[in-house]
């Protein structure tokens, strides 16, 4: 993503936060003190954590054929080294959010991927090891954003698509009131993969038009009461876990154009009327964010220190015994 309208393109690759597999380890379980480094001895119900001291690492990879390699300027590797895709993993935070992992194998050792950010001192229970993760490309990873069009709600109650706006611009947000977007950044990819956009269908959630996101965006569902597994009435459900194929689908082909907008706070504003989270400014997360984009964030948060919205990330395990609920139930 860029602050102009033109795609993006990086030789360089795609950069991401990895930690050496080591440093995430077992505190209870069948393999404790141990990290993931060999997915065939991993055991479902382990609890991990990250080691005190752990740091993130940058890697720049970029995708070759089916594999991917090492790229210039990372600080794992050599450009050309060879990265293999070992497992896909699934964890469950201790708070209840879930959180997606690759394993990657390299000369020099092994590292996970959080597709989410990472809190330290706390524990991730592994639900879900898939050793031959198909359709996964690494260089597909977290792109959090509205397609151009989506009407954002001002404070007067009017509406606003999103290409329109400019930092400075006052959102409503439903925490705080009126906030100044503080940046806003675009990018035309081709919508495949991870990039492929999730159309929520007009009325699905009360939406008088479609509502069009990347699938890792968040949508904020509030219920009166609390259900089972989650911790608070407050849900924030990323939008490919609401696909049914009916209501809410994923589109694929041609070229989206995606549009993220950052608040000095993580904010939930109004997106076609749904309340839908802001950009997550974070190094785990700005990270995974093509990094033209994820230096001009640095330039403009130093410290990348936001924290998350309190509402509880609900899963598709979750929205599986809540689908009906979620979708049909109130919201504020």
């Avoid at 033109?6 to 141990?34: C, H, I, K, M, Y």
């Avoid at 968040?218 to 876990?241: C, D, M, N, W």
Wanted: glycine share 10%; hydrophobic share 40%.
């Amino acid at each position: 993503m860029t602050d102009e309208s033109t795609p993006f393109t990086d030789p360089r690759g795609q950069a991401v936060q990895v930690f050496a597999a080591e440093d995430f380890r077992v505190l209870s379980g069948v393999n404790r003190g141990e990290g993931p480094e060999r997915p065939d001895l991993l055991e479902p119900g382990d609890v991990y954590e990250l080691r005190n001291g752990a740091r993130a690492l940058r890697m720049r990879l970029v995708q070759k054929g089916d594999g991917a390699e090492v790229s210039e300027g990372s600080e794992v590797g050599a450009p050309a080294d060879r990265l293999d895709l070992l497992a896909a993993l699934v964890f469950l935070a201790a708070h209840g959010e879930r959180v997606e992992m690759l394993l990657l194998g390299h000369s020099s050792g092994t590292y996970l991927l959080p597709m989410s950010p990472l809190a330290r001192r706390t524990g991730y229970t592994l639900v879900g090891v898939d050793e031959t993760p198909r359709g996964v490309r690494l260089t597909d990873l977290i792109c959090v954003s509205f397609a151009r069009g989506t009407l954002i709600t001002l404070p007067s109650g009017l509406q606003r698509p999103i290409e329109e706006l400019q930092a400075g611009d006052r959102v409503l947000t439903r925490d705080h009131g009126p906030q100044p977007v503080a940046w806003i950044g675009r990018a035309a990819l081709r919508a495949i993969g991870s990039f492929a956009p999730v159309v929520i269908g007009a009325g699905t959630l009360g939406n008088a038009r479609d509502l069009i996101v990347s699938q890792h965006h968040r949508i904020f569902l509030y219920q009166p009461q609390r259900h089972a597994g989650l911790r608070t009435s407050e849900v924030l459900v990323q939008a490919k876990h609401l696909v049914d194929g009916e209501q809410v689908f994923q589109r694929e082909g041609g070229v989206v154009e995606y549009f993220s907008l950052a608040f000095e706070r993580h904010e939930i504003i109004y997106a076609e009327g749904i309340p839908c989270e802001s950009l997550l400014v974070s190094e785990a997360t700005v990270a995974r964010l093509p990094p033209d984009m994820a230096e001009a964030l640095r330039e403009r948060f130093p410290g990348l220190r936001q924290d998350q919205h309190f509402g509880t990330e609900a899963g598709r395990e979750a929205l599986d015994g809540l689908r009906d609920a979620l979708l049909r139930g109130p919201r504020t």
